[in-house]
């Protein structure tokens, strides 16, 4: 470990020094006036109360919605909340929580891009120079400072961790492989599309090298993973496939998040990509042409572009065996590039595409994968590269992106209190703070916004002649006293459908369903009375898959220990022999 520390100890903090640089602004009081900022504040929000409440796992925040509960959790993948949780033990709010996780994934994006290009070029100061590279990429600090892009903040960071893992795998000692695992979850439980991108990615990587497959020991490995991922995101995805099969819900609807009309009208132009502007704004239609004025920043950054000029120079240096990854990587960067613009076919593609919402988001991918081409151009180019002249390099970069970081309002009204307690709906305007633009709920409830909005907090009888003696409502837990004198009788729950409610009439469980206004219904037998008890558990599937996925961390985290046990062992003996 000492001579682990000696070896990297001043790269690391290097990088931790350019991160906390970058993510300085965050340090004044408030949090960027970004886009999506009222939704991650929300989630970690209502992930805590939901906790409180004793849900575990945390997915229902019952004072969502009016009240009548939205399950974030069950939706929106939750590493991000959950994390945030955790750090607003040591620093009191959710607002700090947030400014915090994202420092931290700043240093490890740039630390894992910093392996990454180590067990690519085994160069420690080119490995700097990817490092630096990838952290100041206007793409992450719009993510920050313009978007609040949680789930894609965090899978930027996590994307050279599974690369790593995969490249150490295929040409490396695959030692590194349960990287694959690390990447892959991280990924997954933070951005849906952050997720199809990378697991689309790692198809092509494996495809593009499939001789390498002969192997068997990296067929077990692969194996190994594979099993670890499924588990440890079972209870996530798997509650997830649930809730779509139940009912349908908004989210799942063609048009809701995006159509193929929307995401055609949201590329970008090639200048833009080029030359944009330094500023904040939105993603705005490009075929209006006044819109390109006051779009928000879509550079991919001019210090990633020019070094690619050098390529038909370069590719001749670079050895043999690695000139194919290399072409492929080139190729990824700039067929994401094309896939951002207006030149893509989008219009021949299946309506399913829609659901990454914006073209540009494939600027991430050609981030991710240019940015390593541009730093084996410069190493090639100069062939050495010193400390004194990274630093150089690294000065005119933050000079170059500095307008990034301030260029956003900083709004000091963004506290924890705001994302507590019941938020009004505007039936003309789906935006909401707490629950974005409300695509969790059911479609009937979606389509229906009016009813949500003047709905009380009481039962409501639909059918028969049942009497609601009490009634107390407390979060996700409700208490119901009624006398039923009808043969057919039935009422609706002053809950949003989510799978989930455990329903008891005098101790005794009973089913339940969605409503013509997508709300909890239930049947009454007839001619009883008695106690309703309501409480939100999670489903069985969801408890056991909790299990599961939490157990199977624990075992992955043994088997990594175990494995780093037997590499040491295994040194220890090369070097006794050798002796």
């Known amino acids: 470990m000492k001579e682990y520390i000696k070896k990297y100890y001043k790269y690391y903090l290097i990088i931790i020094f350019i991160a906390i640089m970058l993510t300085s602004a965050l340090l004044v009081n408030g949090l960027p006036d970004a886009h999506d900022v009222d939704a991650h504040m929300a989630r970690a929000v209502g992930t805590g109360k939901a906790l409180k409440e004793g849900q575990v796992p945390p997915l229902v925040v019952s004072d969502y919605v009016n009240g009548f509960g939205f399950a974030w959790n069950l939706f929106y993948p ?6 945030m949780t955790i750090l607003k033990l040591f620093v009191a709010t959710y607002q700090n929580a947030l400014k915090l996780l994202i420092m931290i994934f700043m240093c490890i994006s740039g630390i894992a891009m910093f392996k990454l290009m180590e067990e690519i070029t085994g160069k420690k100061k080119v490995s700097l120079l990817a490092s630096i590279i990838y952290m100041c990429a206007p793409y992450l600090l719009i993510d920050i400072y313009i978007r609040m892009a949680v789930g894609e903040i965090l899978s930027y960071a996590l994307f050279p961790v599974l690369f790593l893992g995969i490249h150490n795998l295929f040409y490396g000692s695959g030692k590194k492989h349960t990287l694959i695992t690390v990447g892959a979850v991280g990924i997954l439980l933070s951005h849906n599309i952050s997720a199809i991108f990378a697991i689309g990615l790692s198809v092509i990587y ?11 020991e990296i067929w077990k490995k692969i194996g190994i993973n594979v099993v670890f991922i499924i588990l440890i995101v079972g209870f996530f995805y798997l509650p997830l496939l649930q809730a779509k099969n139940s009912i349908n819900y908004a989210v799942f609807e063609y048009g809701t998040m995006a159509t193929l009309n929307s995401l055609k009208d949201n590329v970008v132009y090639l200048s833009q990509i080029l030359f944009g502007k330094m500023q904040t704004g939105y993603s705005n239609p490009i075929i209006i042409s006044k819109n390109v004025d006051w779009d928000m920043c879509m550079q991919i950054g001019l210090y990633i572009v020019i070094p690619l000029l050098f390529t038909p120079f370069v590719y001749k240096k670079i050895d043999k065996k690695f000139r194919k990854n290399y072409l492929l990587t080139l190729v990824i960067g700039l067929f994401a590039i094309f896939a951002s613009t207006p030149l893509f076919p989008y219009n021949i593609l299946p309506k399913q595409i829609a659901v990454i919402q ?23 180019v100069f062939e050495q590269i010193r400390l004194q002249e990274i630093m150089i390099f690294t000065i005119i970069i933050l000079v170059y992106i500095s307008p990034l970081i301030f260029v956003n309002n900083f709004n000091t009204r963004i506290t924890d209190e705001v994302y507590t307690g019941e938020e009004e709906l505007n039936p003309d305007d789906k935006s909401t703070k707490s629950s974005a633009m409300l695509e969790y709920l059911p479609l009937k409830a979606y389509e229906n916004i009016e009813y949500i909005k003047n709905r009380s907090q009481d039962v409501v009888v639909i059918e ?25 009788s039935s009422i609706e729950l002053p809950y949003i459908y989510y799978p989930g409610y455990e329903i008891k009439i005098n101790g005794e469980k009973i089913d339940y369903y969605e409503s013509e206004n997508g709300f909890v219904k239930l049947d009454i037998p007839e001619n009883t009375s008695g106690e309703i008890v309501v409480k939100y558990t999670g489903t069985i599937l969801a408890r056991i898959t909790w299990l599961i996925s939490l157990i199977s961390l624990i075992v992955f985290i043994i088997y990594n220990i175990n494995l780093c046990i037997k590499y040491k062992k295994d040194r220890k003996i090369l070097v006794h022999e050798k002796d």
């Not at 914006?358 to 090639?380: D, E, G, M, Q, V």
Request: charged residues 15%.
């Open 464 to 488: 028969g002649n049942i009497q609601i003696t009490e009634q107390n409502k407390n979060g996700s837990n409700m208490n119901i006293k009624f006398t039923n004198a009808s043969n057919k």
């Open 206 to 216: 494996v495809l593009f090298n499939i001789k390498r497959l002969n192997n068997k």
């Open 358 to 380: 914006f073209p540009w988001r494939f600027l991430h991918i050609a981030t991710f994968a240019l940015s390593i081409i541009a730093t084996i151009n410069i190493y090639k």
């Open 78 to 83: 939750p590493l991000a909340p959950y994390i």
